[in-house]
């Protein structure tokens, strides 16, 4: 009797890992509690959207980010990326500065809103709200109690996205890291 596996059951290869990039254009499943993820991704070049699985701290529609992973044959669902670590990315392009805006990602920015942002500052956009906030007052419709909810919302982000990107740079794994539920006020610094 044999025990080698055949070309279908390929139980104990090694996955090749590669990086892609993309625009994350829709989620399809997203769990709160594990962070698992299946999600759509818009690749340069690419004629149909990647789908792309795995655990993320938060992922929106209109993120742009930089994968680790692996290409798997889902049976049902067919091909998929298995992301194993990620980072995200400032996004290029106006349309994808307003979907990641207007995701929902920063309370008290909506899609309304976050068109009449970029259309005001244009790919400037992201580094103003990083660190010349008050001038959003220059957006019609944006008031000062708006722009402090902005900030705050802005600042919960940033701060996650750098926690994670101080574990990956350390070792551990993404779906470790979202799994240990990590928010800014659960965070200990020995």
């Known amino acids: 009797m044999s025990t080698a ?3 279908q059951q390929q139980v104990n290869a090694t996955p090749r890992y590669e990086t892609i990039s993309g625009v994350v254009e829709r989620l399809t499943y997203y769990s709160g509690e594990s962070g698992y993820t299946v999600a759509r991704l818009v690749r340069k ?3 149909e959207l990647t789908t792309i699985v795995g655990s993320f701290a938060d992922i929106q529609p209109g993120q ?3 994968l680790l992973g692996f290409w798997r044959e889902h049976p049902q669902y067919g091909p998929q990326f298995q992301v194993t670590q990620y980072q995200e990315t400032k996004p290029a392009t106006l349309t994808g500065m307003e979907k990641y805006l207007g995701s929902g ?3 008290g920015v909506g899609p309304v809103t976050a068109k009449r942002i970029v259309a005001h500052f244009g790919l400037e956009t992201l580094e103003i709200i990083e660190n010349q906030i008050s001038r959003l007052s220059e957006v019609k419709g944006i008031a000062k109690k708006r722009i ?10 940033k701060a996650i996205k750098d926690v994670m990107v101080f574990l990956q740079g350390h070792g551990v794994s993404t779906t470790y890291a979202v799994n240990s539920h990590l ?3 659960n965070i200990v610094v020995v």
């Open 5 to 7: 596996p055949n070309s």
């Open 45 to 47: 070049g690419a004629s």
């Open 64 to 66: 742009t980010l930089q």
């Open 105 to 107: 990602l920063i309370k």
């Open 148 to 157: 402090h909810l902005i900030q705050k919302a802005w600042e919960t982000q």
């Open 183 to 185: 928010a800014p006020g």
